[in-house]
């Protein structure tokens, strides 16, 4: 998913996803005063998903970064040994977090005399048919905005939504995950598409908008879910390979062309166990120059973290990647030995 980093905080980095700019951006044009909607809804979502981060970290689970989305974001995580009892809590701190701070502002306002205005009054105030006071106008703001995100994500069992992680979490607890995993997956295309039916036959183009992203999620999150607990199931140590098809520095473009054909390959290696090109990167080189012009730098991947490593031949658009183990090249990988074996645990397990 396309998204870009806008802030850091305590070792985990906060993205901005590309649907999300544009939900920003058609709330601006619809109303100059979601500007201030706005701000208070990012900082609930960083504060809903900094939460599950929390939670995630307290058992002893690495959190990479989280991803604002326009319906309440998402922490990434390392998940392939995440039991069903953690991937419970976890799911359940981020609304567990809206509905104790939406009863913080209750409170508040109970102390303070404050008012918090229906969504009907609330509606209109969005989109500018009546003033009211600004501080009941913000209280209001706090109170339902904490209030729709957690009821939103929790009591909609689909994936990627809170709610469709606990309903995972629960199935996972009396069945193989990935069983559960795929079963959710059903339930959170179901209800997707009927929040699109429902959409279209109301004219609600937000709600459209939303089931479309939502349905993307689920998608992409079923997939990747069972990516890595096939790969989970495979014994990466049985995939390493001692050698890679390897070149000199000093060799032309022309050259590794040649070596390519008759080594029957995509990439190479150049000079040692980093450094390689693939054909992709030698389509506009010059034949005559040297092919380490080209090279790239490959990241090693670590066969004790399952839930990365076919990412990370995505993200590198890279054939064969090397394998570190205790901060040590040992061996190679190669994609196509990957997904023959996924292929087969997919055969077995799923």
Same mark, same amino acid.
């Given at each position: 998913m396309r998204s870009w980093k806008i802030a850091s905080i305590s070792?985990?980095?906060?993205?901005?996803?590309?649907?999300?700019?544009?939900?920003?951006?058609?709330?601006?044009?619809?109303?100059?005063?979601?500007?201030?909607?706005?701000?208070?809804?990012?900082?609930?979502?960083?504060?809903?998903?900094?939460?599950?981060?929390?939670?995630?970290?307290?058992?002893?689970?690495?959190?990479?970064?989280?991803?604002?989305l326009p319906i309440g974001g998402m922490a990434v995580m390392e998940e392939s040994n995440l039991k069903p009892e953690d991937e419970f809590y976890m799911a359940f701190a981020g609304p567990a977090f809206n509905f104790i701070f939406a009863g913080i502002v209750l409170l508040f306002v109970q102390l303070l005399g404050l008012p918090i205005y229906s969504m009907h009054t609330w509606d209109l105030m969005m989109n500018g048919k009546?003033?009211?006071?600004?501080?009941?106008?913000?209280?209001?703001?706090?109170?339902?905005?904490?209030?729709?995100?957690?009821?939103?994500?929790?009591?909609?069992?689909?994936?990627?939504?809170d709610g469709g992680r606990v309903l995972r979490a629960f199935l996972a607890?009396?069945?193989?995950?990935?069983?559960?995993?795929?079963?959710?997956?059903?339930?959170?295309?179901?209800?997707?598409?009927?929040m699109l039916m429902f959409s279209i036959f109301t004219f609600n183009i937000i709600l459209f908008l939303i089931a479309i992203f939502l349905w993307i999620g689920a998608s992409a999150e079923v997939e990747q879910a069972?990516?890595?607990?096939?790969?989970?199931?495979?014994?990466?140590?049985?995939?390493?390979? %001692?050698?890679?098809?390897?070149?000199?520095?000093?060799?032309?473009? %022309?050259?590794?062309?040649?070596?390519?054909?008759k080594k029957n390959t995509t990439q190479l290696f150049v000079g040692d166990n980093i450094h390689f090109v693939t054909v992709e990167d030698l389509v506009n080189a010059n034949k005559n120059d040297y092919v380490m012009n080209y090279a790239r730098i490959a990241r090693p991947i670590e066969i004790t973290r399952p839930d990365v490593m076919i990412n990370s031949f995505m993200a590198q658009n890279a054939e064969?990647?090397?394998?570190?183990?205790?901060?040590?090249?040992?061996?190679?990988?190669?994609?196509?030995?990957?997904?023959?074996?996924? %292929?087969?645990?997919?055969?077995?397990?799923?």
């Open positions: 070792g985990i980095d906060i993205e901005l996803h590309w649907t999300t700019l544009l939900f920003i951006i058609s709330l601006i044009i619809l109303s100059p005063i979601s500007a201030i909607v706005l701000t208070l809804l990012f900082i609930i979502i960083s504060l809903h998903e900094l939460s599950h981060s929390i939670v995630a970290k307290r058992r002893g689970i690495d959190v990479r970064r989280i991803v604002l009546i003033n009211i006071e600004w501080l009941g106008f913000i209280v209001s703001n706090l109170f339902w905005l904490n209030w729709l995100l957690g009821a939103f994500n929790l009591f909609i069992p689909a994936i990627p939504m607890m009396t069945m193989d995950y990935s069983k559960a995993t795929r079963i959710a997956g059903y339930v959170s295309k179901f209800l997707i598409a009927f069972m990516n890595t607990h096939l790969v989970s199931m495979i014994n990466m140590k049985n995939l390493i390979k %001692k050698r890679a098809p390897k070149i000199s520095q000093k060799i032309l473009v %022309k050259k590794a062309l040649e070596t390519m054909l064969i990647l090397p394998v570190k183990i205790n901060d040590e090249i040992v061996g190679f990988i190669y994609l196509d030995d990957l997904t023959r074996a996924m %292929k087969l645990a997919k055969m077995l397990y799923a």
